[in-house]
């Protein structure tokens, strides 16, 4: 890429380039090959796992609708598409969070609970496979920092999200 002298874009060196491209094949390779064993073993995607790791993460196995689709970077359309999926499986219920201003929540169901403990060992097989053995121990605890820098400047309300119950505390589900 050329340069003009009047430019003050700070334009990435060389060597930032060559990381920047690791980062970008990181991200485009990664969720993919994750994608693909989910789909293979467990019948469902990264996406629809994720959202039943969050729900699973939190008291009584539900969030608002809002806060998931924060949570998973998803606009509200991706996500009430993907839990239409996860409904008629069996794996999630929608409705009413009244600790959380009767908004509409989503909720893991025994059947979700039960096909995140069938998918997770394959998951965490292949998460081992291509990234914690890979790195090794400390890699993956300077990965997993950067990775967590960069959020934060990213989408600072993901980390709040990730490290607080928030407003799904004392969900019932019931109106």
């Known amino acids: 890429?050329?340069?003009r002298v009047e430019d003050a874009t700070p334009w990435l060196s060389d060597a930032q380039i060559d990381d920047w491209k690791a980062v970008v094949?990181?991200?485009t390779t990664l969720p993919a090959a994750l994608d693909a064993q989910l789909k293979r073993?467990?019948?469902m995607n990264l996406y629809e796992y994720n959202v039943?790791?969050?729900l699973s993460d939190r008291p009584h196995g539900e969030l608002p609708m809002s806060d998931l689709a924060r949570m998973t970077q998803s606009s509200p359309?991706?996500?009430s598409h993907a839990i239409g999926r996860l409904e008629q499986a069996g794996w999630v219920t929608r409705g009413s969070c009244v600790a959380a201003g009767k908004r509409t929540s989503a909720r893991l169901t025994a059947g979700g609970e039960e096909q995140l403990r069938r998918a997770a060992p394959?998951?965490?097989r292949e998460v081992r496979r291509l990234v914690v053995d890979a790195l090794g121990p400390e890699r993956m605890s300077a990965l997993g920092d950067a990775a967590l820098t960069v959020v934060r400047q990213a989408a600072p309300d993901v980390v709040d999200l990730l490290a607080a119950c928030g407003p799904a505390d004392g969900c019932t589900g019931d109106d």
């Open 41 to 43: 073993d467990s019948g």
């Open 77 to 79: 359309s991706r996500l």
């Open 1 to 3: 890429m050329s340069q």
């Open 122 to 124: 394959g998951h965490v």
């Open 52 to 54: 039943l790791v969050a």
């Open 25 to 27: 094949a990181l991200l």
